[in-house]
């Protein structure tokens, strides 16, 4: 069946309706759709998340939800895929928790090094900087680093690890000589004729630097890795079409809608500055009629030389105690009323704010932080989808940046010997997916009524449809083999100093009760 206008089966193809007539986006490769104005949306996202509240408080919480101040690996090291791999019964559970207790421990020194040997630029730890990457992922759209084998920071008392991170701005990332995209070169990213990355071209400087003008017309071909596998350039982006080969903000779909929420936030609070403003004017007893026909009369003229002589002596003015001058004879005050309406406000930043956060895969009471209108019900609905969004979002990021620097510290260790291995173990290279799996962890979702939600917990735990493992990470972000560890400890100090022990310390003393509605109690 024809659409209404009878031309075309589907009204989404109509080019003669008036909503349709002047729709005619252009169908571009995913390349030319992102490459060609990156620069210009870029430049635009990064102002209004430098001055706008709204866009900078959006970067923020995702940040903090998704990366957090600590994010880490668990070694999940594969060992029935290594068993499988040599026949060798000594990969089994036991094997995998010492090398995992190995790998993490050598972790956190490198990673947490006070010497922050682990950065290039010694500024970060590495939770800081890939905090840093995933927040040029939003804002930009890509995250990019650079790994660094230096072994001319070992000893001394200075690096144990030679891999090191230097986080680069994505705006270096370009073509040489600011070309436009040619066969195998697309955005900086170089290609082979399989579409696979293997080089990037990064300026020495970024290209507002002006004092290192020189390095700026000047770019660095950076292989993506070396001849045996090992990371160099890792390049982490959200696509949204295959064969892209940049990414976009998460802003880019609502920059102009926020940027008019920016202006009429501007606007209304300039008029209420203004409407805060007391304006009056004094009136003389003579209507412009009387003071025309007047206007050469002595009367007339001796009362305006009187006006002007009394306002000389004494200035009208009113001061912060609200005095009220005295008048000429005749004289009086009136008052301007600068009202203007602004019941629409609301309504409008509303709408445009739940558009945003829509967008940015949050909800609205975490963009605004206004939880006012919420009850537990749909607070914790809320929560729980965008929790769906960040954990997507951490990941994507942890399978595409922070793995690829894992493995990369994890075949140092392996090359120094500080993974316990057993004999006929395969070489790193060789089984490298097994021993680097991993599992990433950030920040905790949390509780909207931790009460409920713990008990809801336990019982998901007793009905053997989770484990400890999985409620520890998800809701509190840590290590439940480190919970446990930490409780043992707490139960064995109360034991030490002749306390009873309390009830969480003793076996079956809680027995969990049907979980209620909070809002039906």
Same mark, same amino acid.
């Given at each position: ?83 499988? /791999?040599?026949?060798?019964? @000594? *990969?089994?559970? +036991?094997?995998? =928790?010492?090398?995992?207790? !190995? $790998? ?23 939770? /800081?900087?890939?905090?840093? @990457? *995933?927040?040029? +992922?939003?804002? =930009?759209?890509?995250?990019? !680093? $650079? ?41 900086? $990213? ?332």
């Amino acid at each position: 069946m024809l659409n209404g206008s009878g031309r075309v089966p589907y009204d989404a193809a109509d080019s003669f309706s008036d909503a349709m007539a002047n729709w005619q986006p252009a169908l571009w490769s995913p390349d030319n759709e992102v490459n060609i104005y990156r620069d210009r949306i870029v430049s635009r996202v990064r102002d209004m998340a430098r001055n706008d509240g709204w866009a900078s408080g959006s970067v923020t919480r995702i940040l903090d939800n998704a990366v957090g101040a600590n994010f880490r690996p668990i070694a999940k090291v594969d060992y029935r895929a290594l068993a499988l /791999q040599t026949g060798l019964k @000594a *990969f089994d559970a +036991k094997w995998a =928790d010492e090398y995992g207790r !190995a $790998v993490e421990a050598a972790w956190r020194n490198w990673a947490n090094d006070p010497g922050r040997y682990c950065d290039v630029e010694r500024k970060k730890t590495v939770s /800081q900087m890939l905090r840093l @990457a *995933f927040r040029h +992922k939003l804002v =930009d759209g890509d995250a990019l !680093a $650079v790994l660094q084998y230096r072994t001319d920071r070992l000893g001394h008392g200075r690096a144990r690890y030679a891999t090191t991170i230097q986080i680069i701005d994505p705006d270096r990332l370009s073509n040489p000589q600011q070309v436009f995209d040619m066969l195998n070169i697309r955005g900086g $990213v170089e290609i082979d004729d399989d579409g696979v990355p293997v080089a990037y071209h990064i300026r020495k400087a970024h290209m507002g630097d002006w004092w290192s003008a020189e390095k700026t017309m000047t770019w660095e071909r950076v292989r993506r890795e070396t001849s045996w596998g090992r990371p160099i350039v890792v390049h982490d982006f959200d696509g949204d079409r295959a064969a892209q080969h940049r990414g976009s903000s998460i802003f880019t779909p609502i920059v102009q809608r926020l940027k008019m929420l920016i202006k009429y936030d501007e606007v209304e609070l300039e008029s209420s500055i203004l409407n805060a403003v007391f304006g009056a004017y004094i009136t003389s007893p003579y209507d412009p009629g009387l003071f025309a026909d007047s206007l050469n009369t002595d009367e007339v003229l001796a009362y305006q030389d009187m006006r002007t002589d009394y306002h000389n002596d004494k200035r009208i003015s009113l001061q912060s105690g609200a005095r009220m001058p005295i008048l000429a004879p005749g004289e009086k005050i009136d008052t301007v009323n600068a009202a203007r309406p602004t019941s629409n406000f609301a309504a409008f930043e509303s709408a445009a704010l739940r558009n945003v956060a829509a967008a940015l895969g949050i909800s609205t009471q975490q963009l605004t932080q206004d939880w006012s209108d919420v009850n537990y019900s749909s607070a914790r609905s809320a929560m729980l989808e965008a929790w769906k969004t960040l954990t997507r979002r951490r990941d994507d990021f942890a399978s595409g940046f922070a793995q690829p620097i894992f493995s990369s510290f994890i075949e140092e260790l392996h090359d120094i010997g500080e993974v316990p291995l057993p004999a006929g173990a395969p070489e790193f290279l060789a089984a490298k997916a097994a021993y680097c799996r991993a599992q990433w962890m950030g920040p905790g979702r949390g509780w909207v009524d931790p009460v409920a939600e713990k008990k809801g917990a336990i019982l998901g735990m007793d009905s053997g449809m989770s484990t400890l493992e999985m409620e520890v990470s998800e809701n509190v972000g840590e290590d439940w083999e480190e919970l446990l560890d930490q409780r043992a400890r707490e139960i064995e100090a109360f034991k030490e100093r002749g306390l009873p022990v309390p009830t969480w310390g003793q076996a079956d003393t809680f027995a969990p009760q049907t979980i209620k509605d909070p809002e039906a109690q």
